[in-house]
């Protein structure tokens, strides 16, 4: 099942217009008839907020073709939903990919430094010895 197909089963289900739905998500009924029919897709944002307005689980919303399956070590299968992550970076706005950016500076910093503390623990911890 497509998204659009997913979101008009729910629609049905829940005897909703799509105007009435594109209000409870925040969203125009042009763009709401748009997802519906597969013409696009909601940003990440907009997920929670479907599945809200039909009571379901946002996992519900995730197309079948990003569902995978995948072995555990034990043999067993984990089904795991896969989101397109460069889609989802592309929704973001440019102060929050700066944002991203930022963090991803720091992270690297804090691993530098503390590869520098162990060096330095090793060569205490020999000195000791």
Same mark, same amino acid.
């Given at each position: 099942?497509? *998204?659009?197909? &997913? ?9 909703? /217009?799509?105007?009435?739905? !594109? ?42 073709? *990003?569902?995978? &399956? ?9 089904? /795991?939903?896969?989101?397109? !992550? ?44």
């Amino acid at each position: 099942m497509t *998204l659009g197909e &997913i979101l008009r089963q729910l629609r049905n289900q829940k005897r909703l /217009s799509q105007q009435v739905v !594109a209000e409870q998500v925040g969203v125009c009924q042009s763009t709401y008839f748009a997802w519906e029919n597969d013409r696009s897709s909601p940003s990440a944002k907009y997920y929670v907020r479907l599945a809200t307005t039909f009571g379901v689980d946002a996992k519900e919303l995730i197309p079948d073709d *990003l569902v995978v &399956i995948i072995p555990a070590p034990d043999g067993s299968a984990l089904e /795991s939903t896969v989101l397109n !992550a460069q889609t989802l970076y592309n929704d973001l706005t440019a102060s929050q990919k700066q944002v991203i950016q930022l963090q991803r500076q720091r992270i690297e910093h804090l691993e530098a430094e503390n590869r520098r503390l162990v060096e330095r623990l090793k060569l205490i911890a020999g000195a000791t010895n």
